[in-house]
Protein backbone atom coordinates (compact mmCIF):
# COMPACT_ATOMS: atom_id res chain seq x y z
CA UNK A 1 0.00 0.00 0.00
CA UNK A 2 2.66 2.57 0.85
CA UNK A 3 4.50 1.60 -2.33
CA UNK A 4 1.31 2.19 -4.30
CA UNK A 5 1.15 5.70 -2.68
CA UNK A 6 4.69 6.40 -3.26
CA UNK A 7 4.30 5.45 -6.76
CA UNK A 8 1.64 7.38 -7.26
CA UNK A 9 3.48 10.21 -6.09
CA UNK A 10 5.58 10.40 -8.07
CA UNK A 11 3.45 9.92 -10.93
CA UNK A 12 1.96 13.40 -9.88
CA UNK A 13 5.11 14.89 -9.02
CA UNK A 14 7.46 14.18 -12.19
CA UNK A 15 5.09 16.14 -15.04
CA UNK A 16 6.12 19.20 -12.85
CA UNK A 17 9.34 18.08 -12.08
CA UNK A 18 10.03 17.91 -15.79
CA UNK A 19 7.94 21.18 -16.44
CA UNK A 20 10.59 22.90 -13.82
CA UNK A 21 13.59 21.57 -15.40
CA UNK A 22 12.20 22.41 -18.85
CA UNK A 23 11.76 26.32 -17.64
CA UNK A 24 15.29 26.33 -16.17
CA UNK A 25 16.91 25.67 -19.38
CA UNK A 26 14.27 28.33 -21.40
CA UNK A 27 15.37 30.57 -18.69
CA UNK A 28 19.38 29.53 -19.57
CA UNK A 29 19.11 29.61 -23.39
CA UNK A 30 17.28 33.17 -23.28
CA UNK A 31 20.37 34.32 -21.17
CA UNK A 32 22.46 33.11 -23.84
CA UNK A 33 20.67 35.00 -26.40
CA UNK A 34 20.56 38.34 -24.40
CA UNK A 35 24.61 37.46 -24.03
CA UNK A 36 24.56 37.85 -28.08
CA UNK A 37 22.55 40.60 -27.94
CA UNK A 38 24.90 42.44 -25.47
CA UNK A 39 28.01 41.60 -27.93
CA UNK A 40 25.94 43.01 -30.49
CA UNK A 41 25.82 46.24 -29.35
CA UNK A 42 29.05 46.14 -27.80
CA UNK A 43 30.37 45.43 -31.25
CA UNK A 44 28.40 48.56 -32.45
CA UNK A 45 29.65 50.71 -30.24
CA UNK A 46 33.50 49.84 -31.28
CA UNK A 47 32.79 49.58 -34.91
CA UNK A 48 29.82 51.97 -35.77
CA UNK A 49 28.02 48.95 -36.95
CA UNK A 50 26.82 45.11 -36.12
CA UNK A 51 29.06 42.07 -37.42
CA UNK A 52 29.00 41.03 -41.42
CA UNK A 53 27.42 37.75 -41.67
CA UNK A 54 30.15 36.52 -43.55
CA UNK A 55 33.49 38.31 -42.32
CA UNK A 56 37.06 38.33 -41.54
CA UNK A 57 40.17 38.22 -43.34
CA UNK A 58 40.44 35.72 -46.27
CA UNK A 59 42.25 32.57 -45.49
CA UNK A 60 43.37 29.21 -47.93
CA UNK A 61 41.04 26.75 -47.91
CA UNK A 62 42.74 24.43 -50.33
CA UNK A 63 41.69 25.57 -53.60
CA UNK A 64 41.29 29.55 -53.38
CA UNK A 65 40.99 32.53 -51.04
CA UNK A 66 38.12 32.64 -48.67
CA UNK A 67 36.47 34.99 -46.50
CA UNK A 68 33.54 32.89 -44.92
CA UNK A 69 33.80 33.66 -40.68
CA UNK A 70 30.26 33.82 -39.32
CA UNK A 71 28.89 36.64 -36.95
CA UNK A 72 29.67 34.71 -34.00
CA UNK A 73 33.09 34.79 -34.72
CA UNK A 74 33.62 38.71 -34.59
CA UNK A 75 31.08 38.52 -31.43
CA UNK A 76 34.23 36.46 -29.78
CA UNK A 77 36.00 39.30 -28.30
CA UNK A 78 32.67 40.87 -26.83
CA UNK A 79 31.75 37.15 -25.21
CA UNK A 80 34.30 37.30 -22.94
CA UNK A 81 36.81 35.09 -25.47
CA UNK A 82 38.94 37.03 -26.56
CA UNK A 83 41.73 34.47 -26.41
CA UNK A 84 39.86 32.58 -29.35
CA UNK A 85 38.91 35.28 -31.47
CA UNK A 86 42.21 36.33 -31.38
CA UNK A 87 43.18 32.67 -32.29
CA UNK A 88 40.18 32.74 -34.67
CA UNK A 89 41.79 35.76 -36.67
CA UNK A 90 45.68 34.95 -36.87
CA UNK A 91 44.90 31.65 -38.83
CA UNK A 92 46.41 32.19 -42.43
CA UNK A 93 45.51 28.53 -43.72
CA UNK A 94 42.55 27.34 -43.22
CA UNK A 95 38.52 28.29 -44.19
CA UNK A 96 35.79 27.56 -41.06
CA UNK A 97 34.11 25.38 -42.94
CA UNK A 98 37.48 22.71 -44.20
CA UNK A 99 40.21 21.41 -42.49
CA UNK A 100 40.15 20.94 -38.49
CA UNK A 101 43.32 19.88 -38.06
CA UNK A 102 46.51 22.22 -36.39
CA UNK A 103 45.41 25.72 -36.45
CA UNK A 104 42.23 24.14 -37.35
CA UNK A 105 40.98 22.81 -34.17
CA UNK A 106 39.68 26.20 -33.02
CA UNK A 107 36.66 25.71 -35.76
CA UNK A 108 36.09 22.18 -33.10
CA UNK A 109 36.05 24.32 -29.85
CA UNK A 110 32.61 23.93 -28.37
CA UNK A 111 31.50 26.87 -26.60
CA UNK A 112 28.22 26.29 -23.93
CA UNK A 113 27.63 29.47 -24.41
CA UNK A 114 26.25 28.99 -28.21
CA UNK A 115 24.26 25.46 -27.44
CA UNK A 116 20.45 25.63 -25.99
CA UNK A 117 20.39 22.80 -22.98
CA UNK A 118 16.61 22.20 -24.52
CA UNK A 119 18.33 20.44 -27.72
CA UNK A 120 18.80 17.31 -25.74
CA UNK A 121 18.79 14.88 -28.76
CA UNK A 122 21.14 12.38 -29.70
CA UNK A 123 24.85 13.58 -29.91
CA UNK A 124 23.78 16.88 -29.13
CA UNK A 125 25.46 17.07 -26.05
CA UNK A 126 28.57 14.88 -27.01
CA UNK A 127 30.69 16.64 -29.77
CA UNK A 128 32.26 13.70 -32.19
CA UNK A 129 36.00 13.63 -32.48
CA UNK A 130 37.23 16.23 -35.04
CA UNK A 131 33.53 17.90 -35.46
CA UNK A 132 32.90 21.43 -36.05
CA UNK A 133 31.95 23.32 -33.05
CA UNK A 134 27.70 23.58 -33.40
CA UNK A 135 25.69 26.74 -32.39
CA UNK A 136 21.68 26.82 -31.23
CA UNK A 137 21.49 30.54 -32.10
CA UNK A 138 21.77 31.98 -36.05
CA UNK A 139 20.84 35.43 -37.40
CA UNK A 140 18.05 36.49 -39.32
CA UNK A 141 18.18 36.97 -43.11
CA UNK A 142 14.60 38.61 -42.76
CA UNK A 143 11.97 37.54 -45.23
CA UNK A 144 14.26 36.32 -47.56
CA UNK A 145 16.38 33.69 -48.94
CA UNK A 146 20.19 34.02 -48.86
CA UNK A 147 22.92 32.42 -51.06
CA UNK A 148 26.18 33.59 -50.24
CA UNK A 149 28.09 33.02 -53.22
CA UNK A 150 26.39 31.83 -55.97
CA UNK A 151 28.23 30.20 -59.05
CA UNK A 152 26.62 32.41 -61.46
CA UNK A 153 27.47 36.26 -60.63
CA UNK A 154 24.11 37.18 -61.79
CA UNK A 155 22.67 34.86 -58.72
CA UNK A 156 24.82 37.20 -56.03
CA UNK A 157 22.45 39.74 -55.38
CA UNK A 158 22.60 41.28 -51.77
CA UNK A 159 19.87 41.30 -48.73
CA UNK A 160 17.86 44.49 -48.50
CA UNK A 161 15.47 42.50 -45.95
CA UNK A 162 17.28 41.38 -42.90
CA UNK A 163 19.88 41.92 -39.63
CA UNK A 164 22.04 39.67 -41.37
CA UNK A 165 22.94 39.72 -45.07
CA UNK A 166 25.01 36.70 -46.49
CA UNK A 167 25.98 37.53 -49.79
CA UNK A 168 29.48 37.90 -51.25
CA UNK A 169 30.69 39.64 -54.76
CA UNK A 170 33.72 37.87 -54.20
CA UNK A 171 34.79 34.90 -51.88
CA UNK A 172 37.17 37.06 -50.32
CA UNK A 173 34.42 40.35 -49.91
CA UNK A 174 32.82 40.64 -46.89
CA UNK A 175 28.89 40.64 -46.73
CA UNK A 176 26.60 43.63 -46.36
CA UNK A 177 27.14 45.22 -42.52
CA UNK A 178 23.44 46.81 -41.01
CA UNK A 179 23.64 49.58 -38.80
CA UNK A 180 21.45 50.90 -36.33
CA UNK A 181 20.03 53.75 -38.99
CA UNK A 182 19.53 50.65 -40.93
CA UNK A 183 16.94 49.37 -38.85
CA UNK A 184 14.25 51.68 -39.40
CA UNK A 185 11.06 49.42 -38.80
CA UNK A 186 12.67 49.87 -35.28
CA UNK A 187 14.99 47.75 -33.09
CA UNK A 188 12.06 46.43 -30.86
CA UNK A 189 10.24 45.15 -33.64
CA UNK A 190 13.30 43.43 -35.65
CA UNK A 191 14.67 40.29 -35.49
CA UNK A 192 18.06 40.27 -35.04
CA UNK A 193 18.83 36.60 -33.80
CA UNK A 194 17.04 33.49 -33.18
CA UNK A 195 17.04 29.24 -32.11
CA UNK A 196 17.66 26.28 -34.24
CA UNK A 197 17.61 22.76 -33.61
CA UNK A 198 20.93 21.68 -34.30
CA UNK A 199 21.31 19.06 -37.24
CA UNK A 200 22.61 16.19 -36.67
CA UNK A 201 23.04 12.77 -38.73
CA UNK A 202 20.61 10.75 -36.57
CA UNK A 203 18.06 13.36 -36.53
CA UNK A 204 18.60 15.26 -39.69
CA UNK A 205 14.72 13.52 -41.09
CA UNK A 206 13.22 15.84 -38.24
CA UNK A 207 11.25 19.00 -40.04
CA UNK A 208 12.93 20.88 -37.13
CA UNK A 209 16.45 19.51 -37.78
CA UNK A 210 17.08 18.81 -41.35
CA UNK A 211 16.86 20.53 -44.40
CA UNK A 212 15.35 19.66 -47.78
CA UNK A 213 16.98 20.17 -50.98
CA UNK A 214 13.92 21.62 -52.66
CA UNK A 215 14.24 23.52 -56.06
CA UNK A 216 10.85 24.71 -56.82
CA UNK A 217 10.62 26.10 -53.15
CA UNK A 218 13.35 27.85 -53.38
CA UNK A 219 15.13 28.02 -56.79
CA UNK A 220 18.91 28.65 -57.66
CA UNK A 221 18.50 31.69 -60.20
CA UNK A 222 18.94 35.24 -61.17
CA UNK A 223 17.06 37.56 -58.62
CA UNK A 224 13.82 38.20 -61.19
CA UNK A 225 13.27 34.49 -61.58
CA UNK A 226 13.50 33.70 -58.09
CA UNK A 227 11.43 36.50 -56.93
CA UNK A 228 8.46 35.30 -59.08
CA UNK A 229 8.94 31.67 -58.88
CA UNK A 230 9.82 31.17 -55.69
CA UNK A 231 7.06 28.91 -53.79
CA UNK A 232 7.99 28.67 -50.14
CA UNK A 233 4.89 26.97 -49.04
CA UNK A 234 6.02 24.17 -51.28
CA UNK A 235 8.59 23.68 -48.96
CA UNK A 236 5.89 22.23 -46.50
CA UNK A 237 4.77 19.61 -49.03
CA UNK A 238 7.85 17.79 -47.84
CA UNK A 239 7.06 17.31 -44.33
CA UNK A 240 4.42 14.78 -42.87
CA UNK A 241 3.82 13.99 -38.46
CA UNK A 242 7.35 15.78 -38.33
CA UNK A 243 9.55 14.27 -40.39
CA UNK A 244 10.79 14.27 -44.04
CA UNK A 245 9.20 12.27 -46.51
CA UNK A 246 11.06 11.09 -49.37
CA UNK A 247 14.75 9.76 -49.94
CA UNK A 248 17.41 10.51 -47.11
CA UNK A 249 19.76 11.41 -49.44
CA UNK A 250 17.60 14.61 -50.28
CA UNK A 251 18.36 15.49 -46.52
CA UNK A 252 20.89 17.61 -44.79
CA UNK A 253 22.55 18.26 -41.35
CA UNK A 254 23.72 21.43 -41.94
CA UNK A 255 21.76 23.82 -39.19
CA UNK A 256 23.40 24.80 -36.76
CA UNK A 257 26.49 22.18 -37.75
CA UNK A 258 29.29 24.34 -37.74
CA UNK A 259 28.93 28.10 -35.60
CA UNK A 260 32.32 29.70 -37.17
CA UNK A 261 31.19 29.30 -40.99
CA UNK A 262 29.00 32.08 -42.10
CA UNK A 263 27.20 30.26 -44.96
CA UNK A 264 23.58 30.72 -44.69
CA UNK A 265 23.06 27.12 -45.21
CA UNK A 266 24.22 26.85 -41.50
CA UNK A 267 24.15 29.86 -39.44
CA UNK A 268 21.28 32.17 -40.93
CA UNK A 269 16.97 31.54 -40.44
CA UNK A 270 14.09 33.53 -42.98
CA UNK A 271 10.89 34.68 -41.20
CA UNK A 272 8.74 33.20 -43.82
CA UNK A 273 8.35 29.21 -43.48
CA UNK A 274 6.53 29.11 -39.75
CA UNK A 275 8.73 28.66 -36.52
CA UNK A 276 9.58 25.08 -36.28
CA UNK A 277 8.61 24.50 -39.85
CA UNK A 278 10.60 22.37 -42.11
CA UNK A 279 13.63 23.83 -44.15
CA UNK A 280 14.31 24.29 -47.85
CA UNK A 281 17.82 25.01 -50.12
CA UNK A 282 18.44 25.17 -53.53
CA UNK A 283 21.16 22.18 -54.26
CA UNK A 284 23.77 20.66 -51.76
CA UNK A 285 26.16 23.11 -52.15
CA UNK A 286 26.77 25.15 -48.79
CA UNK A 287 27.98 28.00 -50.30
CA UNK A 288 26.31 28.22 -53.26
CA UNK A 289 22.92 27.34 -52.35
CA UNK A 290 19.74 29.39 -52.13
CA UNK A 291 18.44 29.04 -47.99
CA UNK A 292 15.28 28.87 -46.69
CA UNK A 293 15.82 27.61 -43.41
CA UNK A 294 13.68 28.05 -40.62
CA UNK A 295 14.10 29.12 -36.62
CA UNK A 296 13.46 26.24 -34.51
CA UNK A 297 13.54 25.02 -31.19
CA UNK A 298 12.98 21.98 -28.22
CA UNK A 299 10.79 24.10 -26.14
CA UNK A 300 7.99 22.76 -24.55
CA UNK A 301 5.07 24.78 -25.85
CA UNK A 302 5.86 24.38 -29.87
CA UNK A 303 7.48 27.84 -29.22
CA UNK A 304 11.34 29.90 -30.35
CA UNK A 305 13.12 32.29 -28.21
CA UNK A 306 14.19 35.28 -30.67
CA UNK A 307 16.60 38.20 -29.84
CA UNK A 308 15.15 41.47 -31.34
CA UNK A 309 17.79 43.95 -32.31
CA UNK A 310 16.99 46.16 -28.88
CA UNK A 311 18.50 43.23 -26.94
CA UNK A 312 15.10 42.09 -25.91
CA UNK A 313 14.14 37.91 -25.81
CA UNK A 314 10.78 37.13 -26.69
CA UNK A 315 9.12 34.13 -28.06
CA UNK A 316 7.17 33.19 -31.06
CA UNK A 317 4.50 30.56 -31.18
CA UNK A 318 4.36 28.11 -34.28
CA UNK A 319 1.47 29.48 -34.74
CA UNK A 320 2.00 32.96 -35.56
CA UNK A 321 0.73 34.90 -38.94
CA UNK A 322 2.84 33.79 -42.11
CA UNK A 323 0.46 35.84 -44.33
CA UNK A 324 -0.78 33.90 -46.96
CA UNK A 325 2.17 31.26 -47.32
CA UNK A 326 -0.66 28.50 -46.79
CA UNK A 327 -2.57 29.50 -50.06
CA UNK A 328 -1.35 27.09 -52.58
CA UNK A 329 -3.05 29.07 -55.10
CA UNK A 330 -1.42 32.69 -54.83
CA UNK A 331 1.82 32.25 -51.88
CA UNK A 332 3.28 34.58 -50.68
CA UNK A 333 6.30 35.90 -53.01
CA UNK A 334 9.79 37.35 -52.01
CA UNK A 335 10.09 40.87 -52.09
CA UNK A 336 12.87 43.17 -52.06
CA UNK A 337 10.95 46.37 -50.26
CA UNK A 338 7.45 47.66 -48.83
CA UNK A 339 5.57 45.18 -46.51
CA UNK A 340 6.41 41.44 -45.94
CA UNK A 341 4.08 39.02 -47.59
CA UNK A 342 4.84 36.67 -44.84
CA UNK A 343 2.05 38.31 -42.27
CA UNK A 344 3.76 39.27 -38.86
CA UNK A 345 6.14 36.84 -38.84
CA UNK A 346 7.65 38.35 -42.20
CA UNK A 347 6.90 41.74 -40.85
CA UNK A 348 9.40 40.85 -37.80
CA UNK A 349 12.30 40.28 -40.06
CA UNK A 350 12.69 42.91 -41.83
CA UNK A 351 14.31 45.70 -40.88
CA UNK A 352 13.09 48.16 -43.21
CA UNK A 353 9.81 47.09 -44.65
CA UNK A 354 7.74 49.83 -43.34
CA UNK A 355 5.25 47.46 -41.33
CA UNK A 356 6.63 47.75 -37.83
CA UNK A 357 4.97 45.32 -36.27
CA UNK A 358 5.54 43.32 -32.53
CA UNK A 359 4.24 40.45 -31.16
Known amino acids: MVIA ?27 HLKQ ?35 MLV ?7 QPALHEQAYSINSVAPSHDLTGDGKVWATQLQEFICPSDTGRNKSILPPGNNGRTSY ?26 ASSTQDTQTDISPTRSLSDITDGTSNTIGFGETVISTGSDKVLAKSGTWIDATAIPQHNKATV ?30 SKWSAGH ?16 CVSQSNDAQARTLNSASSQHAGDIVQNLFVDGSVRTTS ?8 LNTTTPGKLKDSGESDFGIWGALGTINGGEPKSL
Open 227 to 256: MATANPAACLSNVLNGEYIGPITDILNWKG
Open 74 to 80: ALLAFME
Open 318 to 325: SMIDTGNL
Open 138 to 163: IPCLGDWADSALAGVVARRYPNPRGF
Open 5 to 31: IIGLLVGLLLPAVQAAREAARRMQCSN
Open 36 to 70: IGLALHNYHTTHNSFPPALGGPPVWNGSANVSRRS
Open 264 to 279: PSRTAFSTILPPNGPS
